[in-house]
């Protein structure tokens, strides 16, 4: 099982579910787990993508709660789209979730550029990956 975390600032919260939407069959998958902090899981669980562990919202706690998935080693990889023109109240928490990854080296997507090539490397890590095989990190 690979495991993504999905997190969106609120003005870029419809950018998420467009991302999501365009590829539901990844997101979908029986080989992905998909956690995200709570507004983001229900936009993207609205938008179709049906098992989504959904956490509390990051202001509450969230982004701490997947930081402490990622130093577990819970969590493979993170979709984080950042809203880089506002002014956050729990930035600490966001700069936080960022530098976690940075230490246990998961691979990060602020955007939805860099979501998109880092989601083409993970489906074809997973595509080459036998499924009966231990799982790795990708």
Known sequence: MFSIALVAHDNKKAEMVSFVM??????NSDRIDIWATGTTGKHIYDAGVRKVNRLLSGPMGGDAQIASMIVEGK????IFFVDP???HPHQVDVSMLLRIC???????????STAKALLSYWKAKLVFQDPEAPTEKI
């Open 75 to 78: 969590v493979d990889g993170l």
């Open 85 to 87: 023109l506002d002014v």
């Open 22 to 27: 365009k590829r539901l069959d990844f997101f």
């Open 102 to 112: 940075n230490v246990h080296n998961v691979p990060v997507a602020p955007n939805y």
